[in-house]
């Protein structure tokens, strides 16, 4: 069964960082891509950045320069670093697997990110 758990959510000031984790398992997570999407209220859900197995990344253009994904194949988790935050970063953050340009099939429960002061 695949399990994908998000952590790291949570009320930042704008400016602020947070980072996001997603332990996978279930899956053959080192060969396959991650990525973070995220949806905000009456919106479309959104590529936020995405990581291939071997390290190359794809950021959407509204956080590059701000936003990190990495990953760690010995623990099976992939991070989403997000520093300068802005009020229009809030949302709910998902994880996803299994695909880079378009998502994979499998997605975690989903962690709310919000900014404001």
């Known amino acids: 069964q695949v399990q994908l758990v998000e952590s790291g959510g949570g009320l930042v000031q704008p400016g602020g960082s947070l980072r996001l984790s997603c332990a996978a398992s279930?899956?053959?997570?080192?060969?396959?891509?991650m990525g973070w999407y995220r949806q905000a209220p009456g919106k479309q859900r959104e590529l936020v950045a995405a990581i291939t197995s071997s390290g190359n990344t794809n950021y959407a253009d509204s956080v590059k320069g701000r936003f990190t994904i990495a990953r760690d194949n010995a623990k099976n988790t992939v991070y989403l670093q997000m520093n300068s935050l802005k009020p229009e970063d809030t949302a709910v953050y998902y994880c996803?697997?299994?695909?880079?340009?378009?998502?994979?099939?499998?997605w975690g429960q989903g962690t709310q990110v919000t900014v404001s002061s």
């Open positions: 996803n697997a299994g695909g880079y340009v378009r998502p994979g099939n499998y």
């Open positions: 279930g899956i053959i997570f080192s060969i396959l891509p």
